[in-house]
């Protein structure tokens, strides 16, 4: 693909945001780009659905913006893959939503023809979920399975290097540019996963800081990237539960471990097997049921156990526990073109928006969509204030899910306000 057809392709995906539903819908209208890119306005308006700003967006026909992120990607060694590229992942050509481009760090694998399980959970993992974590994915990983993350710290970190332990690649995919290390302390890691023939992914271009809303957005190529999904550690509000949400609603299968009542960072476990997930206890519980399944997938015949427990020399070592006074790395990967050329610095924390996206609120059901209506903006209320034709139960829900998305905060005195 040219650098003018590229340039076509970032034109488009900033224009219309992370909303693979807006890109559906003029996919099949138009076969390429710089057919939308001439479009005038009245074509542009016969479109269903689309918002005034989507409408607004596709009629700047300015594309400098879309020239630099080119030029920054191919003077950091990024690569981008419009949805038309036969590097592009067939699997997430499925989805209904999917990103009408990657930007990707490292090799992408051939998705066709691997046992591609998404493993993800807690920010806040427990010993036991992270013990949990190491063994399911260096065994996994160690038997043929490609390990897919969200490179999140705790839970996704872990299964990260599990899977390069193991000797093999594993895949992640993060919510912001691929310049920026975030968590910081997995800059260490970002790096070692693209050395060792992995691929770090994501649908935001270089200089893109992490807010609160991208990593709800990026969990539907999680799962869909992926035959299955093992939460394996999560709380009622973990992030985890979102990417479950994606795999139940694109008809994957969802596994968890069972968990104690007790142990309060793993509630979301048994909220998901309530709701249709399924139990793993050990490896060869997917290992054996899905063998034949995905045929052309080849798996080892016998599960390696791992020996000894997580290896927290490598975790150490890749920022994964141990970070908190350790100068922490910045991610590097092969340049495309000048090798002294350097990168931006990382951004450390990430910034907040006032504005939800649209890909956000196209996300969300009708109970979920009511209830942030129904909500003031100015000031919190109880659950029992907020006027639906829902039940409460159904309110409950619905601002369980706004919460974990980050569009609404629970503050004392079981209120609720939006953020």
């Known amino acids: 693909m040219n650098r003018k057809e590229l340039v076509d392709w970032i034109w488009l995906a900033e224009t219309i945001g992370r909303s693979g539903t807006v890109f559906r819908k003029l996919l099949s209208r138009f076969d390429h780009p710089n057919e939308l890119y001439a479009a005038d306005e009245a074509t542009i308006r016969k479109i269903p659905n689309l918002t005034e700003r989507n409408i607004a967006a596709l009629l700047n026909k300015d594309q400098s913006a879309a020239v630099k992120i080119l030029d920054d990607c191919e003077r950091l060694g990024i690569s981008v893959v419009p949805y038309v590229a036969k590097e592009y992942p067939n699997i997430l050509q499925e989805i209904s939503d999917p990103p009408p481009l990657l930007y990707v760090a490292g090799t992408l694998p051939d998705f066709e023809n691997r046992f591609c399980v998404a493993m ?206 350790v100068e922490l790395p910045k991610p590097a990967f092969p340049k495309a073109t000048k090798e002294n050329t350097k990168a931006p610095e990382p951004k450390s924390e990430p910034k907040t928006q006032s504005v939800i996206p649209d890909e956000i609120l196209q996300s969300l059901d009708k109970v979920q969509l009511a209830v942030l209506e129904a909500m003031p903006d100015d000031c919190p209320t109880v659950p029992e204030k907020i006027r639906t034709e829902y039940s409460l139960g159904e309110v409950m829900a619905a601002l369980t899910v706004l919460e974990i998305l980050g569009i609404v905060r629970k503050l004392p005195g079981s209120m609720y306000g939006k953020t």
């Open 120 to 325: 993800v959970g807690t920010r806040k993992m427990s010993e036991a979920g992270m013990q949990n974590a190491y063994r399911l994915s260096w065994e996994l990983s160690s038997a043929g399975a490609l390990i897919i993350s969200g490179l999140a710290e705790g839970i996704d970190g872990v299964c990260a290097v599990g899977a390069i332990q193991s000797g093999k690649n594993t895949v992640a995919v993060v919510g912001c540019g691929l310049d920026i290390a975030y968590p910081m302390h997995h800059g260490k890691l970002m790096s070692h996963i693209v050395k060792t023939g992995g691929a770090i992914l994501s649908e935001y271009p270089p200089g893109t800081p992490p807010t609160q809303y991208h990593f709800p957005v990026r969990t539907r190529i999680i799962s869909g990237l992926s035959q299955l999904v093992v939460v394996v550690e999560a709380g009622m509000l973990s992030g985890s539960l979102i990417t479950a949400r994606e795999a139940f609603a694109q008809g994957k299968k969802v596994f968890t471990i069972p968990a104690d009542p007790e142990t309060h960072s793993a509630d979301g476990n048994n909220k998901l097997l309530q709701g249709g997930a399924q139990v793993i206890l050990e490896s060869r519980d997917l290992i054996e049921r899905f063998r034949y399944v995905f045929q052309n997938r080849p798996l080892a015949e016998r599960i390696k156990p791992l020996l000894g427990g997580a290896d927290r020399a490598a975790l150490r070592e890749y920022g994964v526990i141990g970070f908190e006074n």
